[in-house]
């Protein structure tokens, strides 16, 4: 089956990194992807990883993947009040008419 | 980077009429659009995957003759909500597949801002 799960709330300080978790059950997932939603709008792709990869960095974020384990990370370093937002982590599916499989979300807070 | 628009981007309607939200990927040609719902604090759930020129398919669970998808250029699809009713209210947002002729990258879905449908 196709389900990706997330943690619902993270709450962190201004400065330090955020780390937001995602697992996902379907093996044959080519790309996992990273989203971010501010209030009232659309989704704002933030960054993807192909599922050969292990790790892949661009600027603040990191974003890990342990494929045996299904489990894929984002790291936002030295985190700012700009990053209090929603975050979905998408899985790609293949097969068919090929489609995004969306996590929950999870809601960054960021605090002074 | 692509930019996808969607009108409006609210709406409130009395139950009973129709709204028809389009969709318009404004600097690329999109063969496919998709179609999401969300609900407040919920995730994006895919209602729908539509093909320029083809019928759309539906994801199950989603009635096609309450929600009806036109993708009639390679730049716009509409969504039409017939016969809407309060529980229809939601956040709907559309993405368009912008394809890539470079060997190993991902066709990246480009997200509009989203429509917000209330129904009265």
């Known amino acids: 089956g196709e389900d990706v799960e997330q943690s619902l709330f993270l709450s962190v300080r201004e400065g330090d990194s955020s780390v937001i978790n995602c697992t996902y059950t379907d093996s044959s997932s080519t790309y996992l992807y990273w989203y971010k939603q501010e209030p009232g709008a659309g989704l704002q792709l933030l960054t993807y990883?192909?599922?050969?990869?292990d790790m892949k960095q661009d600027q603040r974020l990191t974003v890990l993947l342990n494929k045996k384990d299904k489990h894929l990370s984002l790291r936002i370093a030295d985190t700012q009040t700009g990053d209090s937002a929603i975050y979905f982590c998408a899985e790609y599916v293949t097969g068919g008419y090929n489609k995004l499989i969306f996590g929950a979300g999870t809601r960054l807070a960021v605090h002074p | 980077g692509a930019v996808v628009s969607q009108h409006p981007s609210w709406v409130i309607c009395k139950s009973g009429t129709s709204v028809k939200i389009e969709c318009r990927s404004l600097?690329?040609?999109?063969?496919?659009m998709f179609w999401y719902r969300q609900f407040p604090k919920q995730s994006l759930m895919l209602m729908a995957t539509s093909n320029e020129g083809s019928k759309a398919t539906y994801e199950q669970g989603v009635e096609k003759d309450k929600f009806l998808i036109n993708h009639a250029s390679l730049t716009l699809s509409t969504l039409t909500v017939t016969s809407a009713h309060p529980e229809d209210s939601s956040f709907y947002i559309c993405?368009?597949?912008?394809?890539?002729?470079?060997?190993?990258?991902?066709?990246?879905?480009?997200f509009g801002p989203g429509t917000r449908l209330t129904v009265l």
């Open positions: 990883i192909f599922s050969n990869m």
């Open positions: 993405s368009a597949r912008a394809l890539s002729l470079r060997r190993g990258s991902t066709d990246t879905q480009y």
């Open positions: 600097d690329f040609q999109a063969t496919t």
